[in-house]
């Protein structure tokens, strides 16, 4: 019988250590490693006078403290990720700022000393002399260009985009109805459990330099390090360890301690380690989801969308490390699972006086939604009709894929959408969200969205069967918590036939696999769990070969089931692929596992040099996966919440998720990612702001004001999965990582605006931010 | 101080937090450390018993006193506790950093409440930020791992100091 | 996020407590630690001396006194909400008890200490001022006894003088109506507003830089609230008059 691992609920093999306190994330690497403290800026714009760092490389315990001025490239700038044509006016920091700081946070000097405690008391005692000066901090403010951010950039515009599908003007001057809007989008911040951190060793002996790091892109961490330091990338080893979450900010690289904790474990010749604390994580990390939508649609009495104009604000902080990639993903993401025949979207990235901004969980998503369904909601109340009726009349239908939406997407490629049922999702909701509760101040909200996932260029991935039978499979990218560990073993499973617990995975350690891109973008499934999959069947290829010789048979005639490669259907004409792994190295080494089983085989004499050519020793493989254009999953939200109508509490009575992403690998694993990603969801909408005042001062900078929800404000979420998939993978997946946060806001702006009766156009939403509005509308 | 039954010398400094000075004195790094001002839980540890954030304790208080880290929960070797086993079985972790903090206090509602109802575990879980589940499956654990627990509690849960 | 250096002090009973405290410049008093150890993380509070009272014998006991309970200054939050005694006699003090924080933190937390560190946003200094309660602190001087109502003196502040030591609070019975209501943002926060009824009585928390007592009938009369992120003050005045109505309503 073969066991189908594919699809199947999987209990994770990485939970045991975990469980048992035996997970290693990169604070629990000490081996002596010396630790640090930044100086980081508390002003949001000044200017740097000077820096006295004299009185703490004195205090006791201290080992260095470097400024801009110590580092060889402390004239750098650090690099910008994913330049752009249209990002016009691209800057990023320096590791250590020596003239400018931009944002309260900036990093200043750093210091290495015996412990943290005694880094944290010298750190208090560089003594830094600022010269303040004036902020931006809201996106209007960067807008207007109250002031500058970079004395070089006019208006404070990054970069400016401009794209039209159809002709709008003209459409918007014919259409029966109009109507202009105005959204709003504050600040949110990921805040993974695990803040970041970096531990290096410098190994002068064997001129190597091993860095773990919680990072998402170890690949990318490596090749940078290699080339600052002048080093083969062969010298390079960056291991992500346990990494306890990362949703987005820890894709972002170099963040300024990436570089000194390595450079100062070469100078000093000792491992050091750096681990933010949870204040620093706050401003030192990047952010997302600020921007300002100015919108008009036009529409028709039926409720049918005849063009959309939106022109927005995106929000990029003070510098632009990550490119453009959030309002390109919001502008390819406004008209979602809709048919909208005129279009237009403009943006500007403008500088502000605030930390970074790069991809969160969503990424530019969440506010693309809440554009088009606060856009429907208002269409449907102009109308008097039902909401749901308004979307059934302007989704895409089934028929119609691939859809070209026309503009352009973060691969470079178009916005083309591979495969789908939006008024599925949007019927089978209704379906279980069923009749709404009784009593007063109740209200319902909907959304659904689309999110284009497994983004290129590519993953690898390393396949090998040992002559134990196990199995190890490597890939580049690491896990935040995805489960890769299971989920790529279901997959290697499959392939060649073995229990899903023979194969042991490592993910995210350039030792076992060096090339590759990250952990982002919902792409993982796609890039990483099809590079498994093309690797896997090299190898039940190789398997096949070298079994046919033996068993006299031909290699299209076999099979790979239960750990053996046998003819198809054949109890006894088989091998074990223990006794193949011996085989396939003409090098008998081997002891134990498979080696007795492959001897009957050894007289089978072979004619040429043992390894024919073409021949590789070892049942191995390395295989790559480079989607061709991104898979787009597509799910559906409704909720009933009541709000009290004089105190504001939120109460979300039901909550429903519809969700496609294609073929899924592991039903218990997604699950996981969709609760998760709705709680993120609700956070963001009611709970999750951050607060900078006008100074450019971060409020809230703890998780005492900073208000991730905690059980009690999550309620239970109801799941069902359409299988739609995409024809664009040999596995027919597509990512699903971020699809539980992205309709979210617009859900609950839906619900509380019915419940309440009064409009909602922004987010996040707050007791007190509803009695405003209802004190508006007296 | 004791932990998980291994007596210890006296820490150093006495500023040092006994988060600290269990992960990087001792080495049991299974305690996590998440946000340093008490909301996240990630840290907490048994303290005679009773769940409590390491993070909010000197180390020089715990001396005389018995700790019980998520280490000393399940023995190497040994079967996972009834509420570690819970967590496996109901996918109650993703990332597995704030799950050491989760477990500890689950213990310590489970003392309270063998059987608890859906709100005692909302409370009693509330106090423990999870940033990658949103607790649903973390609530389904709380239940598996009431019905997996001999009744009463395993001993191993509760220290001698215990109330 | 790691405490600046300061001296240690664990002394055995409550009179070398009193000579530390009337001997030492700066000094701060530890006890549950739940709020004072974030404080010292942050580095927002960095004493020269900390008084671990923790090593203190006896001081845990929770007991019934002139028709009321009277709670020892290492009586934790979490022993306090479990007492079958409190229960009895001043039920409101058990209900305002699930409101503080989470049950992990009331497991080291004390009430007393609640009470010294006199968060005018926490519940449990408003109970007392409801309930017409007592504190009992001592010193080298000698002891006193600090009615409720003379006790709160400011935004984290009380009317201890710095040599003072709380070993008691006592929290008359009441067995008249009596309700909890808090608004705060999530479970276990502390409130953008709350209200305590002790039968007729009313007490306030987080709209005043101390616990104040209100008239039921125009709560809000007098009130001058400060506003944060969460509330402004309009709005805290708006939930005060909310609460208050939902408190007697009952």
Excluded at chain 1, 592 to 621: C, I
Excluded at chain 3, 158 to 171: N, R, Y
């Amino acid at each position: 019988m073969t066991t189908r691992w594919f699809g199947a609920p999987v209990q994770r093999v990485e939970d045991d250590r975990l469980l048992r306190g035996h997970g290693r994330f990169t604070d629990d690497i000490g081996e002596g490693a010396l630790e640090c403290c930044f100086v980081r800026s508390p002003y949001a714009h000044a200017r740097i006078r000077s820096i006295d760092t004299s009185a703490a490389r004195e205090m006791p315990g201290v080992v260095a403290v470097y400024t801009a001025a110590d580092l060889p490239f402390g004239g750098l700038d650090l690099p910008l990720l994913i330049p752009h044509p249209n990002l016009t006016h691209g800057r990023t920091q320096r590791c250590l700022a020596s003239e400018i700081v931009r944002y309260a946070g900036e990093a200043v000097a750093f210091v290495v000393a015996a412990d943290r405690y005694a880094a944290e008391d010298a750190a208090e005692l560089v003594a830094v002399d600022y010269d303040p000066l004036p902020v931006v901090v809201t996106p209007e403010a960067g807008a207007r260009a109250d002031h500058l951010v970079h004395d070089d950039v006019p208006g404070n515009v990054a970069a400016e985009m401009l794209q039209e599908v159809g002709d709008v003007d003209a459409a918007m001057r014919s259409a029966p109805r109009r109507k202009q809007l105005r959204f709003r989008y504050e600040r949110g911040a990921a805040s993974p459990m695990e803040g970041r951190a970096v531990w290096a060793r410098w190994s002068a002996a064997e001129h190597k330099l091993t860095v773990y790091d919680s990072t998402q892109s170890p690949t990318s961490i490596r090749g940078g390090l290699a080339v600052l330091f002048g080093l083969p990338e062969s010298n390079v080893e960056v291991i992500a360890p346990d990494v306890g979450g990362g949703f987005g900010p820890k894709i972002m690289l170099f963040y300024p301690d990436e570089l000194l904790v390595p450079f100062a474990a070469m100078q000093l010749g000792r491992p050091v380690k750096w681990t933010e604390d949870r204040q620093e994580h706050f401003t030192a990390v990047n952010q997302e989801r600020g921007q300002v939508h100015e919108v008009e649609v036009g529409f028709d009495d039926s409720g049918r969308v005849l063009a959309l104009s939106d022109d927005f604000v995106h929000d990029g902080g003070a510098y632009t490390p990550y490119g453009i990639i959030l309002p390109i993903i919001t502008a390819g993401q406004v008209p979602g699972p809709y048919r909208i025949p005129n279009y237009r979207v403009r943006f500007r990235d403008v500088y502000t006086n605030a930390t970074p901004t790069s991809p969160y969980r969503g990424a530019g998503r969440p506010h693309a939604c809440f554009v088009m369904e606060r856009s429907l909601d208002f269409i449907a109340s102009e109308l008097g009709l039902d909401r749901a009726e308004v979307r059934r009349r302007n989704l895409i239908q089934a028929d119609q894929f691939p859809y070209d939406v026309g503009v352009a997407w973060q691969d470079g490629n178009t916005v083309v959408y591979d495969s789908g049922d939006y008024p599925r999702l949007l019927e089978r909701a209704l379906e279980m969200l069923g009749p709404k509760p009784p009593g007063d101040h109740v209200g319902m909200g909907l959304g659904i969205y689309v999110e284009g996932t497994g983004v290129g260029p590519y993953e690898g991935a390393h396949v090998q069967v040992l002559v134990s039978g196990k199995v190890v499979a490597a890939t580049g990218i690491p896990s935040q918590g995805q489960a890769h560990a299971t989920v790529w073993a279901q997959v290697v499973a499959d392939e060649l036939g073995v229990d899903v617990k023979d194969v042991v995975v490592s993910s995210g350690d350039t030792r076992r696999f060096s090339w590759g891109v990250g952990t982002f973008a919902s792409r993982g499934a796609v890039t990483a769990g099809n590079a498994m999959h093309v690797a896997a069947r090299m190898v039940a290829t190789k398997a096949k070969q070298i079994a046919a010789e033996q068993l006299e048979a031909n290699p299209d005639d076999l099979e790979l089931v239960g750990g053996r490669v046998r003819v198809k259907g054949s109890t006894d004409r088989g091998i074990p692929l223990a006794a193949v792994a011996v085989l396939s190295n003409p090098v008998r080494y081997a002891f134990g596992g498979g080696t007795e089983a492959a001897t009957q085989f050894a007289s089978k004499p072979r004619s040429g040099p043992p390894l024919h050519g073409g021949e590789e020793p070892g049942l191995e493989a390395t295989g790559y996966y480079s989607p061709p254009g991104s898979t787009w999953a597509s799910g559906c939200h409704a909720a009933y919440v009541r709000v009290d109508p004089r105190t504001f509490r939120l109460e979300i009575l039901k909550y429903v998720v519809v969700h496609d992403c294609g073929r899924v690998i592991n039903p218990l694993v997604l699950q996981g990612q969709i609760e998760g990603g709705v709680a993120q969801g609700i956070g963001g909408a009611f709970y999750e702001r951050l607060a900078y005042d006008a100074d450019g001062q971060l409020r809230n900078a703890s998780f005492m004001e900073f208000l991730i929800p905690y059980a009690t404000e999550i309620p239970p979420i109801e799941i069902d999965h359409f299988e739609t998939p995409s024809p664009l993978n040999p596995l027919g997946v597509k990512g699903a990582g971020e699809a539980g946060v992205i309709p979210v806001g617009a859900v609950i702006a839906s619900a509380i605006e019915e419940a309440l009766g009064i409009p909602i156009a922004e987010m996040p939403l707050s007791p007190l931010k509803l009695f405003e509005l209802s004190m508006l509308k007296r | 101080m004791k932990v998980n039954g291994i007596e210890y010398p006296s820490p150093g400094a006495s500023r040092r937090l006994l988060s600290d000075h269990l992960r990087h004195d001792l080495g049991l790094t299974g305690t996590h450390v998440g946000c340093e001002h008490g909301v996240c839980g990630c840290c907490t540890v048994l303290l005679d018993g009773a769940p409590v954030r390491s993070c909010l304790m000197l180390a020089v208080q715990a001396e005389g006193h018995d700790v019980m880290t998520i280490e000393g929960l399940a023995g190497d070797g040994q079967a996972l506790h009834p509420v570690q086993q819970a967590f496996h079985e109901c996918h109650g972790l993703q990332c597995g950093f704030c799950t050491p903090g989760f477990v500890m206090s689950v213990v310590g509602l489970l003392a309270q409440h063998p059987n608890p109802n859906v709100q005692e575990i909302d409370e009693g879980i509330a106090g423990n930020l999870c940033r990658c589940t949103g607790y649903a499956s973390i609530r389904r654990a709380v239940k598996r791992a009431a019905e997996l627990s001999p009744s009463p509690l395993r001993a191993e849960g509760r220290g001698e100091g215990g109330t | 996020m790691k405490p600046a250096p300061f001296e240690y002090h664990a002394p055995a009973g409550v009179d070398d407590v009193c000579s530390l405290l009337g001997s030492l410049e700066d000094a701060k008093i530890l006890a549950g630690g739940q709020s004072l150890i974030p404080l010292l993380n942050f580095r927002l509070a960095r004493p020269q001396h900390l008084v671990d009272i923790n090593r203190i014998a006896n001081l845990d006991r929770i007991y019934e006194r002139d028709g009321g309970v009277a709670v020892q200054a290492l009586a934790r939050q979490a022993a306090v909400e479990d007492s079958e005694l409190v229960a009895r006699i001043c039920p409101l003090l058990s209900a305002a008890l699930g409101f503080v924080a989470h049950r992990v933190i009331r497991n080291r937390g004390t009430v007393c200490g609640s009470l010294a560190h006199a968060d005018a946003a926490s519940e449990l200094p408003a109970v007392l001022l409801a309930l017409g309660g007592n504190v009992v602190v001592r010193s080298s001087r000698g002891e006193r006894t600090i009615p409720a109502g003379e006790l709160f003196a400011g935004v984290f502040e009380t009317t201890l003088a710095p040599d003072e030591v709380m070993v008691e609070a006592w929290f008359p019975a009441l067995g008249e109506p009596f309700a909890i209501l808090e608004e705060s943002r999530r479970h276990g926060d502390f409130a953008l507003a709350g209200v305590v009824r002790a039968g007729s009585r009313l007490a306030l928390f987080g709209v005043a830089p101390t616990p104040v007592l209100a008239d039921p009938s125009d709560p809000a009369s007098g009130l001058q609230p400060s506003g944060d992120l969460e509330a402004t003050p309009e709005f805290r005045i708006h939930l005060v008059r909310v609460l208050t109505e939902r408190a007697f309503a009952a």
